[in-house]
């Protein structure tokens, strides 16, 4: 089998030394070339024909963003963002992934040589993910939402007011997952049942994540607090560093929220938060599915269908990743695959 090509843009000596190592090691992965700025590297593309290519936002001559939509005009590719874990790195990262960026590294503040080392089989398996990764899917995927996002719920041919007192919605993904989630809630209306989400993202992230969610959703939309009662309307995400937990509060729900170690070797989990809303919630429940990476949360979508719930996962055409999604559908988890443009109005009717 051909080893995956992958260009390096950054413009840290160090960076491209420690991935070029990590990514060597690897077997599968040929470090074609590096470029220490997006000048040389549109030229080096031309000539490497790389499968891959990862990315820094901060470089001299132009910015990492500038030649990501450049790049994503003009010649679409898998890439993966190397970012930095702060509060302006989370907003710039999330810029790209929307701009079609497939996933990103976080690069880390301090000791960056033992850092890189110590997440390497994660890095190395975003690379795999990403030269497998649909980019024209991200392309349109984004192209659909900003059109159904200006269409109202109720040209859809669903009512907007239902009664959605006992429903709760919960929602896992991962990889594609930020700009899945943006599109799927840009259809709801503020009546719409609450919804509680799980998705992969470093805790310097969740701020601006719930806020890019916000601001797309007629829904309030926040980072979940431990003991939150969750109520219509709203969407509750996991913080980046504990699970999402869906308990009894009388016959309400809340948010609980959990510091255990990561499960499925992600905090928040997938499985953790479909795991409770299998044994709090049940039948009252709606799973979703969404693209990413792997397969979190899809044995507990079956024991939420087990325990009553009417589950959907995206289809592989629309997804970025059909990982988690595919799992559960191999599982017998899902009762609708569909598309990611028709996942809102799918909820919606069964709600109504």
Same mark, same amino acid.
């Given at each position: 089998?051909?080893?995956?090509?992958?260009?390096?843009?950054?413009?840290?000596?160090?960076?491209?030394?420690?991935?070029?190592?990590?990514?060597?090691?690897?077997? $599968?992965?040929?470090?074609?070339?590096?470029?220490?700025?997006?000048?040389? %590297?549109?030229?080096?593309?031309?000539?490497?024909?790389? $499968?891959?290519?990862?990315?820094?936002?901060?470089?001299?001559?132009?910015?990492?963003?500038?030649?990501?939509?450049?790049?994503?005009?003009?010649?679409?590719?898998? !890439?993966?963002?190397?970012?930095? #874990?702060?509060?302006?790195?989370?907003?710039?990262?999330?810029?790209?992934?929307?701009?079609?960026?497939? $996933?990103?590294?976080?690069?880390?503040?301090?000791? !960056?040589?033992?850092? @890189? #080392?110590?997440?390497? $089989?994660?890095?190395?398996?975003?690379?795999?993910?990403?030269?497998?990764?649909?980019?024209?899917? @991200?392309?349109?995927?984004?192209?659909?939402?900003?059109?159904?996002?200006?269409?109202?719920?109720?040209?859809?041919?669903?009512?907007? /007011?239902?009664?959605?007192?006992?429903?709760?919605?919960?929602?896992?993904? +991962?990889?594609?997952?930020?700009?899945? =989630?943006?599109? #799927?809630?840009?259809?709801?209306?503020? +009546?719409?049942?609450?919804?509680?989400?799980?998705?992969?993202?470093?805790?310097?992230?969740?701020?601006?994540?719930?806020?890019?969610?916000?601001?797309?959703?007629?829904?309030?939309?926040?980072?979940? +607090?431990?003991?939150? @009662?969750? #109520?219509?309307?709203?969407?509750?995400?996991?913080?980046?560093?504990?699970?999402?937990? !869906?308990?009894?509060?009388?016959?309400?729900?809340?948010?609980?929220?959990?510091?255990?170690?990561?499960?499925?070797? /992600?905090?928040?989990?997938?499985?953790?938060?479909?795991?409770? =809303?299998?044994?709090?919630?049940? +039948?009252?429940?709606?799973?979703?599915?969404?693209?990413?990476?792997?397969?979190?949360?899809?044995?507990?979508?079956?024991?939420?269908?087990?325990?009553? %719930?009417?589950?959907?996962?995206?289809?592989?055409?629309?997804?970025?990743?059909?990982?988690?999604?595919?799992?559960?559908?191999? &599982?017998?988890? %899902?009762? /609708? !695959?569909?598309? &990611?443009?028709?996942?809102?109005?799918?909820?919606?009717?069964? =709600?109504?």
């Amino acid at each position: 089998m051909a080893k995956i090509k992958l260009l390096i843009v950054d413009d840290s000596a160090l960076i491209r030394q420690m991935l070029t190592h990590i990514f060597n090691e690897s077997g $599968d992965i040929e470090v074609v070339g590096t470029a220490s700025d997006p000048i040389i %590297a549109r030229e080096k593309i031309k000539a490497l024909n790389p $499968d891959v290519l990862t990315l820094d936002v901060e470089m001299p001559r132009m910015d990492g963003l500038t030649f990501l939509r450049n790049l994503m005009r003009l010649r679409p590719m898998p !890439v993966v963002m190397i970012s930095t #874990l702060t509060e302006k790195g989370a907003e710039v990262t999330l810029e790209a992934l929307s701009l079609g960026a497939v $996933d990103f590294v976080a690069k880390p503040k301090v000791d !960056v040589t033992q850092g @890189l #080392l110590a997440y390497a $089989d994660e890095i190395v398996e975003k690379i795999r993910m990403a030269s497998q990764a649909k980019v024209n899917t @991200l392309a349109v995927n984004q192209a659909k939402g900003m059109m159904y996002g200006s269409t109202d719920v109720t040209s859809l041919g669903v009512k907007k /007011h239902f009664k959605t007192t006992h429903k709760v919605v919960a929602l896992g993904s +991962s990889t594609g997952g930020t700009e899945a =989630v943006k599109q #799927l809630v840009r259809n709801l209306p503020k +009546s719409a049942p609450a919804i509680v989400i799980s998705q992969h993202l470093p805790v310097a992230f969740s701020a601006s994540f719930a806020k890019h969610v916000d601001d797309a959703s007629e829904m309030t939309a926040c980072v979940a +607090s431990d003991g939150q @009662l969750i #109520l219509p309307g709203h969407i509750y995400i996991a913080p980046g560093d504990q699970h999402l937990r !869906v308990v009894r509060d009388g016959a309400r729900y809340a948010c609980r929220l959990d510091n255990g170690p990561p499960v499925n070797r /992600h905090k928040p989990s997938v499985e953790v938060l479909f795991r409770s =809303v299998a044994e709090n919630v049940g +039948s009252n429940a709606i799973g979703v599915m969404l693209t990413g990476m792997g397969a979190d949360g899809a044995i507990a979508m079956k024991e939420m269908r087990d325990a009553g %719930a009417i589950n959907i996962v995206q289809d592989e055409a629309s997804s970025v990743v059909w990982g988690m999604p595919g799992e559960a559908y191999k &599982l017998g988890a %899902a009762h /609708h !695959v569909l598309s &990611l443009e028709k996942i809102a109005e799918k909820i919606l009717a069964l =709600v109504d």
